[in-house]
């Protein structure tokens, strides 16, 4: 693991995981949830469907399109994107005040905008860690074999992940995620050297 370029002061803190689609967020973050009772996944509001197996107000909070442009025109959220063409995602402010209300440090699992936008916001009480894929061919057959996707979904991940595979400068550490084991314990190692668990 490359040293971290600093520890968190001020607590509770905030773990940002952003990467293209595919890299494998939704993976590394779910493991780490499950080891860390210190951390909170930080629910993200979006209007794009539920896939199978997606629970709301757990993976997202999934709203109707209207819902979601008017919590935008109300300032709920922190920050929000048209990540695809007419699919939003955005999280709410409460969501913060809800998981530092229970002293838990928030991790996040956000596309490459939104995770520099909270970086801005936050500075040092945020670690944001940009998860890189071998390759890009990885990327695609990985997207691919996950299999949630229509083909035209799929197109239009592969458009946006060809952008976001030149943001890896961009954040604080860089995770591989080669072989899915090695990466996990890497993960592990970023969360405990930035919480100094
Ligand atoms: P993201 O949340 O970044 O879109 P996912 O966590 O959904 O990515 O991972 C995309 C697909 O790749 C999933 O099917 C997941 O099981 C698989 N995957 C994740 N990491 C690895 C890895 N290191 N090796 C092989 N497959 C992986
Ligand atoms: P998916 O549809 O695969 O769950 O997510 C698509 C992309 O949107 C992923 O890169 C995911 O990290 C990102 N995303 C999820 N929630 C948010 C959010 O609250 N804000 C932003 N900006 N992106 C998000």
Same mark, same amino acid.
């Given at each position: 693991m490359q040293k971290l370029p600093f520890e968190l002061k001020e607590k509770p803190g905030i773990v940002i995981f952003t990467a293209p689609?595919?890299?494998?967020k939704t993976t590394i973050v779910r493991h780490l949830l499950g080891k860390f009772p210190e951390l909170g996944f930080s629910v993200s509001a979006t209007n794009r469907p539920a896939r199978p197996h997606e629970l709301n107000g757990k993976d997202y909070y999934f709203f109707r399109t209207r819902e979601f442009l008017r919590k935008v025109k109300e300032g709920a959220f922190l920050e929000w994107e048209e990540?695809?063409?007419?699919q939003f995602y955005g999280t709410l402010s409460s969501e913060v005040d809800r998981i530092w209300g229970l002293d838990q440090h928030i991790i996040f699992d956000i596309e490459v905008n939104g995770a520099t936008n909270l970086k801005e916001k936050y500075g040092d009480r945020s670690l944001a860690v940009f998860i890189k894929p071998p390759s890009a061919e990885v990327l695609f057959e990985r997207l691919r074999g996950? *299999?949630?996707?229509?083909e035209a979904s799929l197109k239009k991940r592969i458009i946006r992940a060809e952008r976001e595979l030149?943001?890896?400068? *961009?954040?604080d550490t860089v995770l591989v995620n080669d072989d899915l084991t090695i990466a996990l314990e890497e993960a592990e190692e970023i969360i405990r050297s930035f919480l100094s668990l």
């Open positions: 689609s595919g890299a494998g990540v695809y063409d007419d996950r *299999k949630t996707e229509t030149t943001f890896e400068d *961009k954040f």
